[in-house]
């Protein structure tokens, strides 16, 4: 049974940093890509960054510079780091399995003054 929990979403203001993580369980993770997603209250969910299992990396030019994804193997778990943040990154936040239909609850980020 796969499962994959996210922790660490927020409120935080304008210009500030959260750290997000994803435990997962049931999967091989260290062959696995994985990625974080992110819907925004009436919006489409968005893919936000991801990383192979061999750590290439790609991120939404929403969040490019500001954003950064990696992994501990060892921990199988997946970060999302976020610095300098903006109204506009405001959403609940989701881990998933890049090439299978696996998510987490999600987590949510509000960035607000």
């Known amino acids: 049974q796969v499962q994959l929990v996210e922790s660490g979403g927020g409120l935080v203001q304008p210009g500030g940093s959260l750290r997000l993580s994803c435990a997962a369980s049931?999967?091989?993770?260290?062959?696995?890509?994985m990625g974080w997603y992110r819907q925004a209250p009436g919006k489409q969910r968005e893919l936000v960054a991801a990383?192979?299992?061999?750590?290439?990396?790609n991120y939404a030019d929403s969040v490019k510079g500001r954003f950064t994804i990696s992994r501990d193997n060892a921990q199988r778990t997946v970060y999302l780091q976020m610095n300098s943040l903006k109204s506009e990154d405001t959403a609940v936040y989701y881990c998933?399995?890049?090439?299978?239909?696996?998510w987490g609850q999600g987590t949510m980020v509000t960035v607000s003054s």
């Open positions: 990383i192979t299992y061999a750590g290439s990396t």
């Open positions: 049931g999967i091989i993770f260290s062959l696995t890509a």
């Open positions: 998933k399995v890049v090439a299978r239909n696996y």
